[in-house]
Structures are given as structure tokens and as C-alpha cells.
């Protein structure tokens, strides 16, 4: 009977130091992900995006085309994509970002007090000017080392996707021949099968999501940018692009367009109702999108519970800025598939689960 309190207490102390390897396991891992992320980021991005480009390789691979020159084709369409796209939508950010200081004039002119506000951020932030010179003449003088870092940003990011390029075309090659020796290395049939088998399944349920959520975003993007042609609001392409990029982030995204469609109404028109209409017309277009058509089209098994959704995606925005905000949902449901197949931390997927008790 005397042994029982120690026997206890050592069950406790088990416990509790268990948990506390735990969690500096989940802060090591955070902190290499930050510090690493120039090695690790461009290999998962190059992961995800063969992961995603290897049905089409695969439909090419049926067309009798040899596997290093299907990959070839589809990272080729990719790249002329990408850049069809940045090229359509550059000249009219451009012109928006040229317009951001007429933006500041006009809440001045709506919000009372803007006008102080503004001056004693610019105090704070830009000492030593006088508090007569123009805040365009600020935003002037402060615009060389902007563009300075922006530069050298530039040059990095550039680097950085000629890396993911390559991954992806060694991945999209030689991922599939991993795979066969991962199978040889297993001495049981019946672990090679389940090997396999797990494989496709996930590859399949992955690749579904993902075309499945990049079809409704597009579909979102074209509805919006339709709209605002009808309503006659300037560059109605760039919105619905950015509406189509930014809804990969669920809640973050859909909010930060809300804010810069309030700050176009504040530019573009006087009255209250006008200047609200464009981000009415979005949030409307977006409930519909995330309560009603996703939720149907996607089913009740990829659906999360929105705080852990929104605490996930700032962590990976904490760790890998706004490249991992994007990517932060689609790597949820991917580790999510993965675990649900593999049956790793079932407590887990419960707690991400959006059910309610009743």
C-alpha cells in the first residue's frame, strides 16, 4: 500500500515530462522550418506541385510521349501560364500601387481627424521632416531604399523559383522510380501492397481537393471579375485574379480583398454607399462560395474547424510569410489525408474536425 503514492507519482512525472518533450519537439520543429526555409520551402513547394502536375503527366505519359519530355511540356505550360498572368495583371497593379497616396487624401477626407492621424504616423516613422512637407513628398523621398530592398527580394525570389522549377521537373521524373525502390526495400508482399496502394489513394484524394478548390476559386474569380465589369469598376481582372489567389487563404485572404476593394470605393467613388457596395458584392459572392457551394461540392470529410484553420495559417505565415499563408491550407489537408490513411494521431483529426456536439 505504501507503494502506490510513489508508483503514482512516477506515472505523473512520466506524463509530464512526455508532454514537455512533446511540445519542445513541435518548438524545434517550428524554429527549423523558420530558420531553414530558404532549403525547405522550395523543396516542399516543388513536392506540392508535382504532386499536383503528375496527372497530367501521367494522361501525356498515355500518349506515348517519354516521361522526361511529358514533364518538360507540363512545367513549360506552367511557366507560360504564370507569366501570361503576371504580365496581364502587372501594368494595373502598378497603376493602383501609383494611386495609393490619393487614397490617403480621400479617407482624409471622409474620416474625421485622418489628417493628424496620418501626420503623426509619418512623425514617428520618418523623423526629422517638417510637419509641413507633403506626405507625397515623404512616400518620395522614403521610395530608393523601398526599392532597393524590393530589388534584392526580386532577385532572391527569382533564384529561389528557378530551384522549384528544377525540383519539380526531377520530382515529376524520378518520384515515381523512389517510390518502385521504397517497394523493393520492403520485404513483405503484403507491406508492398499496402505501400501502394496507400500511395495512390492519397495521391488521388490530394489531387481531387486541390482541383476541386482551384476550379471553385477560378469560378469565384471569373464571377467576380464579371460583376465588377457590370458595375463598371476600373481593371476588373486584377480582382477577380486576386480574389482567385486569395481565396486559397480562407478568411485571411477574403478579408485582406475586402479591405483593398473599401480602399478602391474610397478612390473611386464620394457617397458611403457606393464606396461599400464593392466589398458588399464580395463578401456576398464569397458566403455563397464557402457556406453553401464547397461544402457541397467537397463534402463533410475536408471540412475543419475555422479557429484551428485561422491559428494554422498564421503560424505558417509566422514561418514562411505569405507564400505559407497560401500554402498552409492545402498542406493542412494533405497531412490530414495522409493521417486519416496511415492512422497517425486520430485525436488530432477529431480536434480538426468542424462537428459540433449537440
Known amino acids: 500500500m505504501t507503494d502506490m503514492p510513489s508508483e503514482q507519482n512516477r506515472l505523473r512525472y512520466y506524463v509530464s515530462t512526455n508532454n514537455a518533450v512533446k511540445l519542445l519537439v513541435l518548438l524545434a520543429l517550428a524554429y527549423t522550418f523558420y530558420f531553414c526555409r530558404s532549403l525547405i520551402l522550395p523543396l516542399l513547394l516543388a513536392g506540392l506541385v508535382a504532386l499536383f502536375a503528375s496527372p497530367a503527366v501521367r494522361v501525356l505519359g498515355k500518349a506515348k510521349l517519354p516521361k522526361p519530355l511529358a514533364a518538360a511540356l507540363v512545367i513549360v505550360m506552367l511557366i507560360l501560364l504564370a507569366g501570361f498572368t503576371v504580365s496581364l495583371l502587372y501594368e494595373p497593379a502598378v497603376q493602383w500601387l501609383q494611386r495609393l497616396p490619393l487614397l490617403g487624401s ?22 526629422g521632416h517638417s510637419p509641413n512637407q507633403p506626405l507625397t513628398d515623404v512616400i518620395g523621398s522614403g521610395l530608393m531604399p523601398v526599392l532597393s530592398v524590393l530589388a534584392e527580394f526580386t532577385v532572391m525570389t527569382l533564384f529561389q523559383l528557378a530551384v522549384v522549377v528544377m525540383l519539380t521537373y526531377f520530382f515529376l521524373v524520378f518520384g515515381d522510380t523512389l517510390l518502385r525502390n521504397m517497394v523493393r526495400a520492403l520485404s513483405s508482399l503484403n507491406a508492398k501492397k499496402n505501400l501502394l496502394s496507400i500511395f495512390h489513394t492519397i495521391r488521388d484524394d490530394i489531387a481531387r481537393y486541390v482541383l476541386v478548390v482551384s476550379t471553385i476559386n477560378v469560378l469565384l474569380g471569373v464571377t467576380t ?21 486569395l481565396n486559397f487563404a480562407p478568411y485571411i485572404g477574403p478579408a485582406i480583398l475586402m479591405m483593398l476593394l473599401t480602399g478602391v470605393g474610397f478612390i473611386e467613388y464620394q457617397q458611403l454607399s457606393q464606396i461599400l457596395l464593392l466589398p458588399g458584392v464580395f463578401l456576398l459572392l464569397n458566403v455563397i462560395e464557402s457556406q453553401l457551394i464547397t461544402p457541397l461540392v467537397l463534402g463533410k470529410r475536408f471540412n475543419m474547424n475555422p479557429l484551428l484553420v485561422v491559428i494554422w495559417m498564421f503560424i505558417w505565415g509566422w514561418i514562411w510569410g505569405a507564400v ?35
Do not use: Q
Open 225 to 245: 471579375a464579371l460583376i465588377f465589369y457590370l458595375l463598371d469598376v476600373p481593371d476588373p481582372l486584377l480582382w477577380g485574379s486576386l480574389a482567385t489567389i
Open 324 to 358: 505559407g499563408v497560401l500554402i498552409a491550407i492545402p498542406l493542412l489537408v494533405c497531412l490530414k489525408i495522409i493521417a486519416g490513411h496511415l492512422d497517425i494521431a486520430p485525436n488530432w483529426l477529431i480536434l480538426l474536425d468542424d462537428k459540433t456536439v449537440s
Open 106 to 127: 480621400k479617407l482624409a477626407e471622409h474620416v474625421d481627424g485622418m489628417t493628424t492621424s496620418i501626420t503623426a504616423l509619418r512623425d514617428s516613422v520618418l523623423p
